[in-house]
């Protein structure tokens, strides 16, 4: 099982992007999935997150900004993000239950 994590960039703040996580070696539509962060000297947190059956769910800082969505057909999980602040700046990583992690993706919010 591997999972590729994509879209990360340099954007200012208000701006957006898309991730992308592909995921190879299962059907990840059976599975939860999740998208975490870790800005620097911090500790890994949890995003969002659906679930096999489609439920999204979403971390306070994120709510209402934020949209994960899977396309089933491309085994691919996405993470909309809008109106992005400074403090969005991380390193995203996708996930598969508590399971396997992809490599991470750098995310740098200019204000």
């Known amino acids: 099982v591997q999972l590729q994590a994509s879209g990360g960039g340099l954007v200012q703040a208000g701006g957006s992007l898309r991730l992308s996580c592909v995921v190879s070696g299962i059907i990840s539509r059976f599975h939860t999935m999740s998208w975490h962060r870790q800005a620097p000297g911090k500790q890994r947190e949890l995003v969002a997150g659906i679930t096999s059956g489609g439920s999204p769910s979403y971390a306070d800082p994120v709510k209402a900004r934020f949209t994960i969505s899977r396309d089933t057909a491309k085994n691919t999980v996405y993470l909309q993000m809008n109106n992005l602040k400074p403090e969005d700046t991380a390193v995203y990583y996708c996930?598969?239950?508590?399971?396997?992690w992809g490599q991470g993706t750098l995310v740098t919010v200019s204000s």
């Open positions: 996930r598969m239950n508590a399971d396997y």
